[in-house]
């Protein structure tokens, strides 16, 4: 079968370290039908290896690193110049050390700065990244999510929310890697280059806001952080109560190419 599925995670999958009821028996299902599944996520902190092993262990789908793209990733495919200076947690450190990038500390050597979720923000790190897109380094945030759902309905900062800080500190607005960045779109072009790519994802800004383009189809789904779907901007093409009843809607449809 020539068409893939990108499906989001926070919110989709899971919310924070709760499965959302039916998540397995979809994916499994869109797999054995032939679809090639990636899960595109704009959370930086985490490697490939991590969520893949989070996926399974909290869903119950055995997720494979290589079906896994993170915002991290792309931000370091972006990377041009060294030495780094990042702002965010381990996944996005594994993602600029393994595109071959030196990382630093100090603001007056750093060529990249790169800003990501970091949930050990302190005014210390906030400060050298600031000053390091200030004195001229080029500034690549992760992704713009401003939030992220957690159980019980709740939502924690994101790391747009971290990048605003060091933004407006530094005077500076910095390249998106994140959904719907084209840097992304066409990362995910690359990886389904034929056919019709769908997306399944909680949040209109983002993930359905990376569907754009002749081959590209999109599903709203409300188990994250969307209650109102007819105030969704951009508009979905379909809306689902969940990733069970999106996977109802693909097999559905018969696949362009």
Not at 41 to 55: D, K, W, Y
């Amino acid at each position: 079968m020539s068409a893939g599925v990108v499906i989001d995670l926070d919110g989709v999958v899971y919310r924070g370290a709760t499965a959302i009821p039916g998540a397995a028996e979809a994916l499994a299902a869109l797999e054995a039908a032939g679809y090639d599944l990636h899960f595109v996520t704009n959370n930086s902190a985490r490697t490939p290896e991590v969520v893949a092993e989070r996926i399974n262990s909290i869903a119950g789908f055995p997720a494979r690193a290589s079906q896994v793209v993170t915002s991290s990733l792309v931000a370091a495919s972006m990377i041009e110049e060294g030495p780094v200076l990042f702002m965010g947690e381990s996944g996005l450190e594994a993602a600029i050390r393994g595109a071959g990038f030196e990382t630093t500390e100090d603001p007056r050597t750093a060529r990249t700065v790169v800003v990501g979720l970091d949930r050990h923000l302190s005014y210390e790190r906030a400060t050298r990244a600031a000053d390091a897109a200030r004195n001229g380094a080029r500034l690549i945030v992760t992704n713009r999510d401003p939030t992220f759902p957690i159980e019980n309905g709740a939502l924690q900062p994101g790391a747009g929310a971290c990048a605003a800080l060091v933004e407006t500190a530094a005077g500076v607005v910095g390249e998106t890697a994140g959904k719907p960045s084209e840097a992304m779109r066409r990362w995910v072009e690359e990886r389904i280059p034929a056919g019709t790519i769908w997306v399944v994802g909680d949040r209109p800004d983002t993930d359905i806001a990376l569907a754009r383009g002749e081959r590209w189809r999109s599903i709203l789904v409300m188990t994250g952080v969307t209650t109102d779907p007819e105030s969704a901007d951009p508009a979905p093409d379909f809306v689902a109560a969940n990733l069970k009843a999106a996977a109802d809607i693909i097999l559905s449809n018969e696949p362009e190419g």
